[in-house]
Each structure stands twice: as C-alpha cells, then as structure tokens.
C-alpha cells in the first residue's frame, strides 16, 4: 500500500463549478498535511497546510483533514481555468521530523 | 529575494559518466532535499540534508550521492549514470523555524542518460 494514494485523474469541471480533489493515507502518525499545486513543466509550490482535524479556508481553496478516515481533501470553489494543474498531497510522516512524501498527483482540467 | 536555484536546467549525459547536479538556496535554511519525478511515481525522495555535515538517504539513494559543505548548498552526484536516472530532479529546502513540510522548490533539472 503506498503511502500517499490519490486518483491520478483528469479530473475535468466547467468553469465557476467546485473541484474536490482527494487524497488517503496509510500512516496513522502522519502529523502534517499539504496540498501543492504544478503547473506543467513548472516546480512544485505550496497552496495549503492542515495540522488538524476539521475545514481550514483561505480564499477559494479549503483543505479538510480527517485523521480517523486517513483522508485530506481539497475543495476549490469558483474554479478557473488557471486553475489547471496537477495537485499533489503531501504528508509529514511519524519517521521523519522535515521529510516529506507526496502523493502521484491529480490532473485538475477546468473548462471555459 | 531569497531563492533556490538550480544547475544545469538540462543535461544529457552518457552511461557510466559522473554527473553532478547543483542546488544553490539563499533562505539560510538548515534543510534541504532532492527529489526525482518521474511519470506514475510521483516525487521520490533521494537524499536530505538537516545542516551542515548532515546527509542522509531517502527511498531511492541507490546510485546518488550528496554532501553538504555549507548551509547554502547541497549538489546532488550521480556516480555512474544510468537509463534508469533520467528524470526531473527537484532540489527544495526548508526553514528550521517554519512549518515542517513547507518546501520551497528549485525550478527542476530535466536529465537525460543515453
């Protein structure tokens, strides 16, 4: 079982609709949670943190932590077409203070 | 600004050939990675670094080799190349005061083994 488990889409919304992109894990001491955005070609970039249980909102995006289920999702609302890129979860995990592992990423495609 | 940079942005190389990949970071952060991606693996962690003198082996070390001689910089060497180290390599850092995980990234160097 990998560790960070994401479907790796397309996963296609009109513009202005909600993306809910999902993410499960299978460590149950994992302490942190991330959400990062790339862009094709381009390098990874931070868009969310979540430490706790529960909804955590900046902006359009909100992050959604449930450690009893091991899952992470991320909800953007209004969505645009800039918004296409691959988002990749990320954990800290129980072995390692600063060490991060990711997910494979989801395609996100958002139509005009 | 404070960045992270890398070099070469593109390299290809022959098999068996030494190749050293450059990280260079003015955040002043104790903690740096390096990262391949590769499609349908994700990014995989290849070695990191705590501080200065401070290496260590992440899940796919097998072939690669890092020091650290001073905060800003950790090159990332490939003893003797091979097909199967082509890829996109990511070098990011971090702050020792800020959340753990939050990764600064380099913009990626593309290597191609022949």
């Known amino acids: 079982q990998k560790e960070v488990e994401q479907n790796s889409g397309p996963l296609s919304v009109p513009e202005g609709a909600i993306a809910s992109l999902n993410c499960t894990y299978s460590?149950?001491?994992?302490?942190?949670f991330f959400w990062y955005r790339q862009y094709s070609g381009k390098s990874p970039e931070l868009i969310m943190s979540i430490y706790s249980n529960g909804d955590k909102e900046d902006g359009r995006f909100t992050a959604q932590l449930n450690k009893a289920s091991q899952y992470v999702s991320l909800l953007i609302r209004d969505s645009q077409p800039s918004d296409s890129a691959t988002y990749l979860c990320a954990l800290t995990n129980s072995g390692g203070y600063q060490k991060v592992t990711f997910g494979t990423g989801t395609k996100l495609q958002v139509i005009p | 600004d404070a960045e992270i940079t890398q070099s070469p942005r593109h390299k290809i190389t022959e098999t068996g050939r030494q190749v050293t990949l450059a990280c260079h970071q003015t955040?002043?952060?104790?903690?740096m990675f390096w990262y391949r991606q590769d499609l349908g693996h994700g990014l995989r962690l290849i070695h990191y670094?705590?501080?200065?003198?401070?290496?260590n082996k992440g899940e796919v070390s097998d072939g690669y080799s890092v020091s650290r001689s001073n905060t800003e910089d950790l090159p990332l060497t490939l003893e003797s190349a091979a097909s199967s180290q082509t890829s996109v390599y990511f070098c990011a850092s971090s702050g020792q005061g800020g959340p753990a995980g939050e990764l600064f990234f380099g913009e990626g160097s593309r290597l191609t083994v022949l």
């Open positions: 670094s705590y501080g200065v003198q401070d290496t």
């Open positions: 955040w002043n952060h104790n903690n």
């Open positions: 460590d149950r001491g994992s302490q942190s």
